[in-house]
């Protein structure tokens, strides 16, 4: 398994396992089978409602000898009811207690949207709140806090623009080392890719399969599909590869944590193994001219009559 290593040496697994949609009653099975596969790295939050049974194929997995908890790379993420700075610590507190650990190696504030902090899911738009209500540099305090006691080992956003990383290089202390936002050849992120890495954060890809499974309302009747792509399919032919594959080596080929979600144990298993392909310049470059901006999670979940946010001034803000 590659891993990237972050600034106090810790390293984290090029490729981690996405939960987000593993519905309970079936992602304990696979975090159990992820782990026996090789597995390191398991991608959470606390709003895919998940993490408590996923935190129960942990503590079997660490209490059988099958893994050593410090061999274990766990994300979490913090919930956008939870913004204010003093309402950070007790979110990460209750995700550790879900997830049975006494400390989780990444923390990510999930999205820059702020929501009530009654609100789990927004109805209104009077449910979701401004950010100059609760601003980023606040939270962020708040996640610094998290990480002064303990906590976690390393803090970072997800869905994070440029301009919003910026605004947090304006709190002192230590700053963000991870963004985790949706990545894949149809959005390959690359003006946001080059600024992380000048500023030396990691880019973690979500959906990078295409996340087909995501509930109805949150997809569009024309969804171009990343899998059956003739290009991706014969590219992928060329290398014995299946498409879900090749997608999964092109995001650790060119430098970015992948986080493919599956609970099929033959799909995990392919997906695993994804990690070691190495593919030739030539087959990056065709992969990188499927480029269209094409977000399948384009954030209009956040758009409503009376919401502050738009998907232009959450992604271009
Ligand atoms: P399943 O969980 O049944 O394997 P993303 O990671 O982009 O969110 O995509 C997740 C979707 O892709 C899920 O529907 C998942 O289904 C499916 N998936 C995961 N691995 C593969 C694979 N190797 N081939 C085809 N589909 C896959």
Redesign the pocket.
Known sequence: MKYYQLNNGDRIPALGL?T???PTGEVYL?VQEALKIGYRHIDCAPIYRNEAEIGQAFTEAITSGAVKREDLWITSKLWSNAHQQERVIPAIKETLTDLRLDYLDLFLIHWPIVLRPEVLLPETGEDLRPLEEVPLEETWQGMQMALQEGLCRHIGVSNFNQKKLASLNQVSGPKPEVNQVES?PYLQQNDLLTYCRSEGILLTA?????????PEMLKKPDEPSL?DHPLVQKIAAQYHL????LLIAWGINRGTVV??????SA??K??FAAAEIVLDTEAMEEIAALERGYR?VDGSFWERPGSPYTMANLWND
């Open positions: 996405g987000w949609k593993s696979a894949h979500y959906s990078p399969l295409g996340s087909k499974d995501r899998l299946t498409p879900a594959q986080i493919p979600k599956s609970v099929n799909r995990l392919e997906n399948f």
